[in-house]
C-alpha cells in the first residue's frame, strides 16, 4: 500500500476542518498552542515510517501516558494490579465520583484518570518515590521507542498541578477507601509529571509497536509484555481509549487507541503497524476532532480494521 | 486449524466447570433447565462446520435476538437510529435508569435492554403492530440462517411479560421522555418475544456469519449490510455485547460477541468463522460461566483474536 | 387579631405578582385554567373562618390528597406503615429513580409521588379494590371536613393517566422491588383519582384542623389520629411537603404544609389553625409561586410560626 | 414543670441502653472516650438550669460546631452567603459527592459538612487566615455562652487533618467548582479546629439560648441575629440537623436540633429553652443514640413540641 499517498490524501481532506476544535484551556501551556496544527504518522512493524504535516512537532501526550504507566505496572504488580483497577468501559464523565464511591474506591479502568492515578501510586510503591517513578516511565518510554531524547514538561506539570482540584477530589476519595498507598500529593505529582511527557506523532507510533507485535518490539527484539498481556491492553484501549467517545472511537475507527487531551491519539494494527495523529482542536468528548476524522478516513481508505 | 479437536480438548477442560454458575430463575421457563448442558458450534465462512457437546440443543437466545433487531432496524432507519440509541458502553447495571433519566431518555447503546426496546419501537413504527414486527424479526432470522424452522417461544414471551416490571419501569421513563412511539405495552410484547427466539449453538453460528463477512452472507451470498455498517455492529457488541462483563469479554476473549441470560454467547471472528457456545450457569454479570470460559480457551487454542 | 384585615393585606401584596408562576400544563386539564386566581382561607380550631379572594373556587388539590391518603393508611397499618415507605426528606427529583433502586424499592417518605402510590397500594389491600380505596380516601375527606359534596373529577384522573408515564416507570420499579402487592394498573388508577379530589380552600383549611388539634378534629370532637401520629404527620409535612423545596418553605415560611401542583398549598398552626391558599401559577419547584408568597406573608404579619 | 424529676426519669429510662451505640472511631481520641457516658441539661430563656448524669463533662462537639460557624457567616455575608450553600435536606450520605458534581458544586446545606467547609471558607475570607477565623468562632461561642473558658482540642483537630481524605475529596471537589476562595488545605485546617470545640451539655444549653429566643440572648440581653434569621437557623437544624436522619429526628422528637459525631445533642423550644445531651455511643446515622431516646422521651414527658 502507498501509505505516503493516503497521507496525502487525508492530510488533504481534513485541512478545511482545521480550527474547528476547541483547543483545552484549562492550562495556560495547552491554551496556547497554535489550533491550526496536524501532524500524522506511521510506523510499520518492519520499521518503514511515514510522515505527514506537523509529524515531528513535539506536544503533550497526556493521557496517551497511561498506557505506558499502566504497561510498567503489569510488567510489575502482574494479575494483582487488577484488584486496584478494573477494565470495564466507564460511562460517562458525571459518573466518575459516584462511581468511584458506589464501588469503594475502585477505579473502572486504568485510562480513566482515577484508574491512571492508582496505577501511579503502584509505581511508587515500587520506585520508592514520585521523582524515581517518573524516571522509570521516562526510561520505559526511552527503552520502547528507542530514543533518550523524550522527556518531561516541568512547567506544564506544575501548571497542572495547580489546576488539578477535580484529580486531587479523586485521589482522596479514593485515599479515604485506602486504594492510594502513598500520599495523595505525591501521587499527584507523579501523575502530573507523567502527563506532561512531549512527543512527536512520530515518536509516538514507534513507541507502540511493542503492543502491534504481541508485546515484543519488532525492531529492536526486545520483549516488553507477553502475547497475552499486549492483546489485553489492545483490547482495553478499544473499550477504554477514548474516555466517554470509546464507543464511538471503536464504531467510527475500529481500532484500538488511546486519545490525549493535548491533541494526540495512537492507535494500533495488531501484527501491522502503529499510527500517531496530532491535531489540539477537540471534540466535545475532549479526543481530537481532526485526529479521530483523520483515523476513519485512514481505515476507510486502506480497509484496514480489527473487525 | 483442527477444529474438531480443537473443540472436544475445550469440552474436555470445561466439563469438570459444568454446574458453577447459576442458571437464570427470573422466570419458571428458564429456571428448569439442565445446568450441566454444554454445547459449541462453529460455522465457517466457506461453510464447514463443527460442534461439539450439546451443539443441535435448543435454548432461549434472549439477549443475542438484540443484535438481529438492530441489524433489522439499521436496514430500515440507518443513521438516523442513532439519533434515539447511542453506541458507548453503559457502566454498571445499576446506573441504568439513572443513565435514562440524567440523558433525556436516550439509551446508551442498543444492546442494553432500554436500548433495545427503543430498536424494537422502532421496527413497529415500520411494521404497524408488535405481531408483525416479531415476524419481520424471525423472518430476518430465517434469512441469514437460510433455516425456516426457528421460531419463538410464546409462554417464555408470556412468562418474562409478567414478571418484566424493571423493563416496564424503563419503558415507561422512555416514554416519559417521548422516546417510545407505540404504547408501552405493545412495545414490551414485541421485546419479550423477540427475546424468546430459541435456536442450537449450530444456527445461531450460522446466523452471524453476515458480520463475519462484511455484511453478506458468505454461503448464500445475500447482502444484509453494508461493509460499513457490518464493521460497526462488530465494533458495537465488542464495547457493549455483555452488560456490565463487556469490558472483561474483551479482555478474556478479544472478540465482538453477543450474550444472552439463556446461556448462549456468540462470537465473531471477520473474515474467518461464528462461533456460538451454550452453558446455562451463568456468572455475576449474567453472561455464561462456562460459555465465557470455552471462549478463552478457543482464542489461546487457536491464536485468533482481533487483537 | 384581625385576620380579616391580614389576609386583605396579604390580597393586595401579591395581586401585582399574579401571573408571573407557570400553570402545570401537561395535562389540560390543569393547563386551562385561569393564572390570575387567588384565594386565601383560614379556619380557627374555634370554627371560626376567614376568606379573601377564590376563596370558594373548587381546583385540583393534587399532592395535597398525600396527607389524606397517608393519614387514612397509618390508622390502618400502623407503625407497619414504615417498613414500606420511609420519613427522610428526598433531596433532589433527579435522585428519585436512583434512591428507589439504591434502597431497593422503599420510598424515602409517603409525599413524593413514589411513596404516595406505596401508600395508596395499601389503602387497596385493604379495601379490596381500587374503586373501593378511593370511595375510602373521599369518605375520609368528606369526615374531616364535615362535608360530603366533596368529590374527584375522573376526567382530570383519566387524564393524568394517560400522560403518567413517569409514574408508572417509578410503579413498575416498586413492583419489580417486590413493593407493591397490587397490579400497577390498578394501584395507578386509584392515584389518579386520589389525586383529582377537588376542593376549595376554604373546605381545605377545615379539613386540616385536625392536624391542627393533636389529631381530633375540634368542631366535631372525633378523633382520626392519636396526638403522637397527628405530630408526626406535622413534623413530615415540614420535612417533606414541597418536593425540592421542602428547606426553603420551612425556612421562609415556617410552618407543616403542603403543597400540590394544582396550585393550592395548606399549612398548619399547631393547637391554632389551618391555613390553605391557591393560585395556579408555580414556581420553579412546582410549588404555588404566589401561594408560597402569600403564606411567608401571613407568617410575617402575625408572628405566627412554629419556630 | 418540674425539670429535674424529668431529667431523673430519662436518666433512669436509658441507663439500660448505655453501651448499645457504637462510639465514632475514626479518629483515636474520640475512640477511646468511654461508651457509658450520659449527660443532660436544661437552660430555660429566664436562666434556671438543670442537669444529670454527667452533665459537666466536656466532649468533642463536632458538627454542633456548624450552627456556630454558620451563625457567624449569616452576620456577615448575610443573604449572599445562600448563593453559596442551599438551605435543602440532603437525601442519603451516598448522595453527596454526586450532588456535589451535578448541583455545580453547591452544597445542599450548612450542616452536611460540604456546606460547613463553604461556611468555613467565607469566614476566613472574612478574617484573613485560618487561625483568625478559629479564634472569632471561639470568641462567638464565649459570648453566646458567656463563658471564656470553651477551647478547641488540638490534637483531636491534627487528628482529624490526617483522616479527613473524604472531606478533602469534598473540598476539592467544590474548589474545582470556584466555590472555595482560599487554599484547599487552609480551609480544612480551620474546618476541623472548629469541629475540635469541647463543651459540656451545660455550656451547650446555655449557648444554644439565642435560637430559643427570636436571635437574641436571653439573659446577656444581646441580640446576635434578627429573629427572621434566629427562626430561620431553627427551620435547618429541623430539616438538616442530623445528616440522613433529620426527617426521624423531627417525626420522633419534633425539635429543631443538631447532633455532632461526638456525641452531642443540642435541641432548642422556641421562646422557652435549649436542652443538650451526651453519650457518645451513636446510631447507624451516626447520631448519639442514647441522646436521641433521651430527647424523645423529654418530648413525650413535657408535650413540648413545635407540632
Known amino acids: 500500500m502507498n501509505y505516503s499517498s493516503i497521507l496525502n490524501k487525508i492530510h488533504q481532506q481534513v485541512t478545511p476542518m482545521l480550527g474547528q476544535g476547541k483547543v483545552a484551556d484549562y492550562i495556560p501551556a495547552l491554551a496556547n498552542v497554535d489550533p491550526n496544527q496536524f501532524g500524522m504518522a506511521i510506523t510499520l512493524n518492519n520499521g ?30 502482574k494479575k494483582k494490579l487488577y484488584r486496584r483497577v478494573w477494565r470495564e468501559p466507564s460511562g460517562d464523565p458525571f459518573n466518575s465520583l459516584v462511581q468511584l464511591e458506589h464501588e469503594a474506591g475502585i477505579p473502572r479502568n486504568p485510562f480513566i484518570n482515577a484508574g491512571a492515578i492508582v496505577v501511579c501510586d503502584s ?55 485506602g486504594n492510594l498507598n502513598n500520599e495523595v500529593e505525591e501521587v499527584l505529582t507523579a501523575y502530573f509529571h507523567q502527563c ?27 520483549q516488553f509484555l507477553t502475547p497475552g498481556q499486549a492483546k489485553r491492553i489492545n483490547a482495553l484501549m478499544l473499550t477504554c481509549g477514548h474516555y466517554d467517545a470509546s464507543g464511538d472511537f471503536a464504531f467510527r475507527v475500529g481500532l484500538p487507541g488511546k ?25 466535545e468528548f475532549g479526543n481530537s476532532l481532526v485526529g479521530t476524522k483523520a483515523l476513519e478516513l485512514f481505515t476507510s481508505f486502506t480497509g484496514l480494521s480489527i473487525f
Not at 515518536?203 to 518490539?217: K, P
Open 123 to 177: 509505581l511508587i510503591s515500587k520506585s520508592n518515590n514520585n521523582e524515581a517513578a517518573v524516571n522509570d516511565i521516562l526510561a520505559f518510554i526511552h527503552a520502547i521507542s528507542s530514543d533518550a531524547s523524550i522527556d518531561t514538561n516541568k512547567s506544564v506539570a506544575e501548571s497542572e498541578m495547580q489546576h488539578g482540584f477535580r484529580n486531587a477530589s479523586l485521589a482522596h476519595l479514593m485515599k479515604s477507601f
Open 196 to 222: 506532561s511527557v512531549e512527543m512527536t506523532p512520530l515518536q509516538l507510533s514507534r513507541a507502540f509497536l511493542y503492543l502491534a507485535n504481541n508485546g515484543t518490539d519488532p525492531i529492536s527484539n526486545k
Open 259 to 283: 486519545s490525549g487531551v493535548g491533541g494526540g491519539i495512537v492507535a494500533v494494527i495488531p501484527g501491522k503497524m502503529a499510527i500517531a495523529v496530532y491535531s489540539p482542536g477537540l471534540n
Open 48 to 77: 518503514d515510517f511515514y510522515g505527514v504535516g506537523d509529524y515531528k512537532q513535539t506536544f503533550s501526550i497526556q493521557s496517551i501516558s497511561k498506557v505506558f504507566s499502566f504497561t510498567l505496572a503489569l510488567r510489575e504488580h
